[in-house]
């Protein structure tokens, strides 16, 4: 027809793209009033369309801190390492993954574990004065206590831990350490070093809810060994009280060439190890026990053969 426009034909518009309002009001596709699905309802247009990412973004960042201090404080924490002392197992600026969820169920430090705890006292430098500037220290304390960066405040140690509460540790000469008159088999002390320093010849007997704790680097560690003695005023045996303990290191995480699993070896586990400490008890409370076992027995079967009499007589 002359003077017919092309988009009037067929639903199809000049450049050839279908038009979604050429169908009648039955046909599919038909909006009854202009292309909006919605009926021109300006309110349902709206709530089909997404937030804008600026507006999700701090309820983004939000839940991540949330989630961020949640799991510092209840599960798992990283730790980056500030020296040498633990060659060649944990390398300087190694990030370890430390446990802190099996301490909530009462869970205490074994013979063998490489543990993070707080400094007793003395055993660090002080502190780096803080930064000047306000806005860094905000920053800076927002972050550690979310777990995000280390604390300005807090001073932390990993060492391996080498006697619980009721063990005797001693070590003479070049060692071996002995752990209840163990010798320990120790693969993991550092090339080159000796199990025990000749000139610090030690023997302890670590008090309940303390440890001692030894770097695997011996001859570059400043651990128990070397705060043995007087420490503002008091005399110090060198351990550690298990309170400070933040948890035990369960793998080396960073860098990837380096990902390990922290596990407790083979000499920690030799038979006989635990008799002046675990075992000792153990046996004593058995030995108790024996005595009530018995009495209980006896008067069990007395109760019997008195009620197997008395039915006799009833017969």
């Not at 709206?46 to 209840?74: D, H, M, N, Q, Y």
């Not at 090339?191 to 025990?196: A, E, K, L, R, S």
């Not at 933040?246 to 860098?255: M, S």
């Amino acid at each position: 027809m002359a003077g017919t426009r092309p988009e009037d034909v067929g639903g199809v518009s000049g450049d050839g793209a279908r038009r979604h309002d050429s169908g009648g009001p039955d046909e599919p596709g038909a909006t009854g009033g202009g292309g909006d699905s919605s009926g021109g309802d300006p309110a349902h247009a709206a709530e089909r369309k997404p937030r804008s990412f600026w507006k999700e973004l701090p309820l983004l960042i939000g839940i991540a801190l949330v989630l961020a201090l949640i799991i510092k404080t209840f599960l798992v924490q990283a730790f980056s390492i500030p020296s040498d002392s633990m060659n060649n197992t944990l390398l300087k600026g190694d990030r370890v993954l430390v446990d802190k969820l099996t301490p909530w169920f009462g869970s205490t430090p074994s013979r063998g574990e490489v543990v993070v705890f707080h400094d007793p006292g003395g055993w660090l430098p002080e502190n780096p004065p803080p930064s000047s500037n306000p806005a860094v220290r905000g920053l800076q304390k927002t972050l550690s206590f979310v777990g995000l960066m280390p604390s300005a405040e807090e001073k932390d140690l990993i060492k391996r831990v080498i006697g619980v509460g009721g063990d005797t540790v001693s070590c003479k000469g070049t060692g071996p350490v002995m752990v209840n008159g163990k010798p320990l088999n120790e693969p993991y002390v550092f090339p080159g070093n000796t199990p025990c320093t000749p000139d610090m010849p030690f023997t302890v007997h670590v008090p309940k809810g303390r440890i001692w704790v030894m770097g695997d680097h011996r001859q570059d560690s400043l651990d128990s060994r070397y705060h043995v003695g007087m420490y503002k005023g008091k005399h110090t045996d060198g351990t550690v009280s298990t309170k400070q303990v933040v948890g035990r290191a369960v793998v080396v995480a960073w860098p990837i060439n380096r990902w390990d699993w922290l596990g407790i070896p083979g000499t920690f586990s030799q038979s006989g190890i635990n008799a002046a400490g675990t075992a000792g008890p153990a046996a004593v409370g058995v030995a108790g026990a024996i005595p009530l076992v018995m009495l209980r027995r006896r008067r069990l079967l007395r109760k019997h053969e008195a009620a197997g009499a008395s039915e006799g007589a009833e017969g």
